[in-house]
């Protein structure tokens, strides 16, 4: 699934970029209300915000006085020793809606990703709504950069300043897009990276640019093998009348979804300055949808939020997967991309979202994006590469980075390992047991800490044996045993036994007493079957599990004859296993417990919820 996407002053350039499509003749007379600022600096994982204070503003230019405040507080920030991405909300004239909004920044300000809150004295210097506008050149500083997930290879220049039209404040957003069809013309070629959104983009000063840059080249630590620094320099110059005047908008032409993955660099799209999410996004894949139970829906899957965009700002968490937007079905990222590039800033569009198995219909008002979401997974079958001279080995599953939105997710404070997002039918890690959403720690006793280390380390294993795998699952630390195993070092002759190969100890049998379920997933529920409770001695696997809910299927479909579905896989936690068929989307759970009595009392307690028509059930 995914790199992170990266984290280019999106705050920064938030305010900055949605001004380009305000119209420029604004209304003379001045409004009065409420803003608040803050600096999120992600190299150490600390906000800084004002309080609330009155500010005027007029109509129309709530986002340009909005970026001109957040150059003012991040001078207070700099001042106490801190730095970071600057952004102030559009001022509004009602407190309670900047009150409610400054109290949703430091939710996610001292959240388990950013941690760290202090809040900052800041008084906004006098405004005269009937300055005249600046004169003359300023200087702004940009830089560029590209990262490609599936090379595992990132670049960018250092920082450079440019000499702008002080009267035109979209003068220098106009020159980033022409750097960026430069920079994807002429630069990445010669990196042999394809156009995964390449982007330059502008700065207020070298010091923000500078952490800026910082913070794109971060992201790739320990997840790309190489990141080169660039010397480029872009050639390009603004048209006469682009200097002379306000640029309107830049170009937001949508990429159509059968275009909008990755392409060559002879067929690039320039990076859309649009209305944006502020959240990475891939497709949920076919494992990952049947444990989102997601059936034959599609949609664009969050991975990770972007602390102060639209996408947290509206709720939206990873694993959530986006099914409508705007009324619009949305079939993976691609399209969802495609959508969001046409649609205006400031939209307020409604979203039907996948979370915990079940529809949830949110809203998420848009603004201006630097980037557009782009896939984080990487399949750990592609890590081979003829280049490599170590061996490599795979046991069938794909993964991806273990980030910090994932570990909230997955309700983890670990920072190393990968997650499996999907497994391969038939190949070692299925028929071993592994299951999406599983993060493997260690393979060998020795730390996976990135995706390229699995395959090295199997690499190390003679083809054909079978590893032990240190696994974190539901909260829970698990040794698995898992084989065997692809790899490029021989097979061992004949006769001769591998000296670290895991021993393959069954699982014990336990008595336990059960419970099953079916029920359709349309119609909120009206039809099912239950189960009595029944004695059960086996062990407790999924394959077990399965075994004996198709038993219970069976059972239900002698009533009524091919009235349910069989699901394909299921998934266990604690006492509860679940699985969806994927013909009908029928529903099937279970309950087991070591108590009887806590079996029949849940049971009952089942009943209480939804009546359904009981059978008798013994899968012995």
Request: hydrophobic fraction near 40%.
């Given at each position: 699934m995914q790199r992170k996407s990266p984290s280019i002053s999106?705050?920064?350039?938030?305010?900055?970029?949605?001004?380009?499509?305000?119209?420029?003749?604004?209304?003379a007379q001045v409004k009065k209300g409420f803003g608040f600022c803050y600096v999120q600096d992600l190299t150490k994982f600390k906000t800084y915000a004002s309080p609330v204070f009155p500010v005027s503003w007029k109509p129309g230019d709530e986002l340009p006085r909005s970026e001109a405040l957040a150059t003012e507080f991040l001078a207070v920030v700099t001042a106490v020793g801190g730095t970071g991405q600057k952004a102030c909300y559009p001022p509004n004239e009602s407190k309670a809606v900047t009150d409610s909004q400054r109290a949703e920044v430091k939710r996610l300000g001292t959240s388990t990703f950013l941690q760290k809150w202090q809040d900052l004295a800041f008084t906004p210097k006098p405004w005269d709504p009937e300055q005249p506008p600046p004169s003359g050149n300023q200087t702004r500083y940009f830089f560029c950069s590209?990262?490609?997930?599936?090379?595992?290879?990132?670049?960018a220049t250092s920082v450079f300043p440019v000499e702008v039209p002080a009267a035109n404040p979209?003068?220098?957003?106009?020159?980033?897009?022409?750097?960026?069809?430069?920079?994807?013309?002429?630069?990445?070629?010669?990196?042999?990276?394809?156009?995964?959104?390449?982007?330059?983009?502008?700065?207020?000063?070298?010091?923000?640019?500078?952490?800026?840059?910082?913070?794109?080249?971060?992201?790739?630590?320990?997840?790309?093998?190489?990141?080169?620094?660039l010397s480029w320099r872009p050639t390009a110059r603004l048209p006469d009348a682009a200097?002379?005047?306000?640029?309107?908008?830049?170009?937001?032409?949508?990429?159509?979804?059968?275009?909008?993955?990755?392409?060559?660099?002879?067929?690039?799209a320039a990076p859309i300055f649009a209305d944006g999410l502020g959240a990475t996004f891939d497709a949920p894949t076919p494992s990952l949808s049947e444990a989102l139970q997601l059936g034959q829906r599609k949609g664009a899957m969050v991975v990770n939020v972007i602390p102060g965009g639209a996408a947290a700002a509206a709720g939206l968490k990873p694993l959530d997967v986006i099914l409508e937007f705007a009324g619009q079905a949305v079939s993976g990222p691609a399209e969802l991309q495609a959508i969001v590039a046409s649609t205006r800033a400031g939209y307020r569009a409604p979203l039907q979202v996948w979370r915990k198995q079940a529809l949830l219909n949110i809203s998420i008002t848009l603004s201006a994006s630097v980037q557009l979401p782009v896939p984080v997974a990487m399949s750990a079958s592609t890590l081979s590469s003829p280049a490599r001279p170590l061996p490599r080995g795979l046991i069938g599953v794909e993964i991806t980075k273990l980030t910090p939105a994932l570990q909230q997710a997955l309700n983890t404070a670990s920072t190393d390992g990968v997650?499996?997002?999907s497994t391969m039918p038939g190949k070692a890690a299925e028929e071993s047991g592994m299951r999406s959403g599983d993060v493997i720690l260690q393979a060998l006793d020795q730390p996976v800490r990135g995706l390229n280390d699995l395959a090295i380390i199997l690499g190390q294993v003679p083809d054909?044996?079978?590893?032990?795998?240190?696994?974190?699952?539901?909260?829970?630390?698990?040794?698995?045993?898992?084989?065997?195993?692809?790899?490029?070092?021989p097979a061992l002759p004949a006769g001769r036994t591998y000296a670290f190969a895991a021993k393959i100890v069954p699982l014990p049998i336990v008595k336990r007493f059960c419970y099953?379920?079916?029920?359709?997933?349309?119609?909120?529920?009206?039809?099912?079957?239950?189960?009595?409770?029944?004695?059960?001695?086996?062990?407790?696997?999924?394959?077990?599990?399965?075994?004996?809910?198709?038993?219970?299927?069976?059972?239900?479909?002698?009533?009524?004859q091919?009235?349910?579905?069989?699901?394909?896989?299921?998934?266990?936690?604690?006492?509860?296993?679940?699985?969806?068929?994927?013909?009908?989307?029928?529903?099937?759970?279970?309950?087991?417990?070591?108590?009887?009595?806590?079996?029949?009392?849940?049971?009952?307690?089942?009943?209480?919820?939804?009546?359904?028509?009981?059978?008798?059930?013994?899968?012995?």
């Open positions: 999106f705050c920064q350039t938030l305010a900055a970029l949605a001004m380009l499509g305000l119209a420029a003749s604004a209304q590209v990262g490609d997930p599936d090379l595992r290879k990132g670049a979209s003068a220098a957003f106009a020159l980033a897009e022409l750097y960026t069809e430069e920079f994807t013309r002429d630069v990445l070629p010669g990196l042999r990276l394809s156009a995964v959104y390449p982007s330059c983009l502008p700065f207020d000063s070298m010091a923000e640019a500078q952490h800026a840059r910082a913070v794109h080249k971060g992201v790739f630590d320990g997840f790309t093998l190489t990141f080169v620094d200097s002379a005047g306000p640029v309107q908008r830049i170009s937001t032409k949508s990429v159509p979804a059968s275009a909008a993955g990755k392409q060559g660099p002879s067929a690039a997650m499996v997002t054909g044996q079978t590893v032990m795998l240190r696994i974190l699952r539901g909260g829970r630390t698990l040794d698995l045993p898992v084989g065997p195993i692809r790899s490029d070092t099953m379920q079916v029920q359709t997933t349309q119609d909120f529920f009206d039809k099912g079957v239950r189960s009595n409770v029944f004695e059960l001695d086996a062990d407790e696997s999924e394959k077990t599990a399965l075994r004996v809910m198709t038993a219970f299927i069976a059972r239900a479909n002698e009533a009524e091919a009235r349910w579905d069989s699901p394909a896989r299921i998934y266990c936690e604690a006492s509860n296993c679940s699985g969806m068929s994927t013909q009908r989307h029928h529903m099937m759970t279970s309950f087991c417990s070591a108590d009887r009595q806590q079996a029949d009392e849940t049971l009952i307690a089942s009943e209480r919820g939804k009546l359904l028509p009981r059978i008798e059930f013994n899968p012995k």
